[in-house]
């Protein structure tokens, strides 16, 4: 039998490299298996846990990023794309989930305080379904028993918990689901233009997939190098530097990267001459990413009944996870 894929964003706004780096390049290349199924959710009814108060925002997103999506190549004939909040499924599977882990488990993950101190939420009282999004996420997987999760390496939390709640299922009530594992870059994660966080929508910090050529090489001139490195000839520091984290992630040619690096360490490399390098990489990158979006964008009704179509094809599957479910819990009344 096939595996099941199963990844997600919220569409909360525009998708950026982090989230190229991070998971859509996977996602392409489960796509082209023949013994993997993929499906990519967008998680509307996750993104109201912190974004309950603009509604109108999120669902504007939830184009931009099926736009996005079909920029980058994900083809919504081999790949099930839905829309999280129609598969009413998710939320009962949250439901029965909660009952599965210790309260402490959800309120310690360490991405979740991360997010909160990051967005500023009050520390004391963050909206309890944000706290508790997590759970939620692991009925995103399980509905579809999805096993192999592409995420970004701040998502392995999730896919953790998603593991604990399937093992902790089966051993309850007689096995329904696979135990899911995250897949990850090699290199970590990509750093935002300024260094030190990552690449986040919240931080304002990214290079977006639907940014202009012109933005693009302003944002590439903007990132942090080292501070240190002020002429030509100085040595500069590679470790920090964002300029190299982008080319690792995204330069085709990495032996030339790894001479440039050294010639950066030794001195007589300037950063005007490594930055217009990225912008050339990024161009080549996103230059065809731009031109398939806009061409996809000159028809939203189409792209909205890729949506419905992957949302039905979803929710027959959710429908028979459903089923198997309510019968291993003894909920199966009538
Ligand atoms: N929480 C993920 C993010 O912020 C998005 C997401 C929602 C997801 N549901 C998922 C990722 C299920 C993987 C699997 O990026």
Redesign the pocket.
Known sequence: MAQVM?????PTGPLHLGHYYGSLRARLQYQEDPEVDTFV?L?DA?AYTDHADRPEQVQQNVLEVALDYLAVGIDMDRTTVFV?SQVPEIHELFVYFLNLIPLDMVLGNPTVKTEIEQKGMKQESPPAGFAM?PVH?AG??LVVK?EI?P??DD?NP??ELARGIARRFNQAYGDVFPEPHAVTPRGGRLPGISGGAKASKTLGNAIYLGDSADEVSQKVNSMYTDPGHVRVEDPGKVEGNVVFAYLDAFDPRQSEVEQLKAQYEHGGLGDVALKSRLSEVLDGLLSPIRKRRAEFAKDPGQVMRYLAEGTKRTRAIAGQTIDEVRAAMRLDYF
């Open positions: 199963l990844t997600g964003d919220r959710l998680a996750q999280q999004y996420q995103d997987i999805g999760v995420v970004g998502q999730m896919i």
